[in-house]
Every structure is written in structure tokens, then in C-alpha cells.
């Protein structure tokens, strides 16, 4: 197993520990802190492993799948504690979980074509911006301008989201024609 490989699996492994120190106690700060030091290295390793595979040509199938699918869990598994701790509206968690599930139905069914859909720069900068959202809500700051930050960045979030879905289906509409 290469190294970017190694990366995406340690993202995923970082997952339940992230859980754990959302919602054990979630009125610690020490809690919040270890469980906000715990997405933004989880999150660095999304971008590292990326860079990584490209740069030294250790792109794999394994990584192709795993990669996309451990950024869905991390980014999911955030959102639902915030949901739980009542930190994330409802109706954002499911626009946002809502195209995750649509955006990987259609990739099957474009490889099932023999068709690849790569990230663009709307799903990239989605997958940030959730990234980043996540980051300011962890921390739950009681003061007003940090209050203002997460709220624009929940907009931010949503909007790319939906966004980053629309141009997908649009750049790749033929995927859902049917052919012979």
C-alpha cells in the first residue's frame, strides 16, 4: 500500500476518534480541542494525499474509491455530531448528504459507462468550504463576530454544494441518456 493509500486510511481510521471527542463531552473544551485538532489533520491529509498521488504518479483504484468515500465520512460524520449537538441546521445536513448520495449515484452510473467524472474547481471548493465550516463550528465560540463567520460559511457551504451539483449533472448530462 503507497503512501497516499496509507493517508486516506488514516483519515478514515481518525473518524470514530473524532465521534468520540465530539460527542462524549461535548461542553469540554479540552474535548472540542482535541476533537478540532483531530478533523483539520484528518482534513490535511485530503489534500496531502491528492498532491502526493499525483506528483509521484501513485494514483490506484484503491485510491480513486477510498479517497472520495473518506472525505464523504469525514465531512458526514462532522456535520451529524454538529446536527446532534444542535449546531448545524437540519435542512443543511441534508442538502449537503443529499448530493453526496447523488454525486456518487451518477459516478457509477457514468464508470458503469466507462466514463470518468473528476472533481472540478465547484466540487473542490465545496468539499474546502465544508471543510472550513466545520472547523469554525467545532469550536462554537460564544462571540458575535465568530457567530456571523459561521453562519456565512454555512450559506458558503450550502450554496457551493448545490452549486457543485448542478454543474456536475450539467457538464455531464449525457451520462444519464441511454445508450445501446
Known sequence: ???????TVLRVIMIPFFVFFMLYN???????????AIFIVASLTDMLDGKIARKYNLVTNFGKFM???????????????LLSL????????????AREFIISGFRLVAANANI???AN????????????MVIVLILNFDFCWYTV???????????????????????NKDVLKDQN
Open 149 to 171: 463567520l459561521g453562519n456565512v460559511l454555512i450559506c458558503l457551504a450550502t450554496a457551493l454544494t448545490v452549486i457543485s451539483l448542478i454543474t456536475y449533472l450539467y457538464q
Open 26 to 36: 461535548p461542553d469540554s473544551i479540552t474535548f472540542r480541542g482535541i476533537a478540532e
Open 67 to 81: 479517497d472520495p468515500l473518506a472525505d464523504k465520512l469525514l465531512v458526514c460524520s462532522a456535520m451529524i455530531c
Open 1 to 7: 500500500m503507497n503512501l497516499p493509500n496509507k493517508l
Open 86 to 97: 444542535g449546531e448545524l441546521p437540519t435542512v443543511v445536513v441534508l442538502i449537503i448528504i
Open 116 to 118: 470518468v467524472i473528476a
Open 121 to 132: 474547481m465547484w466540487g473542490k471548493s465545496k468539499t474546502v468550504s465544508q471543510m472550513l
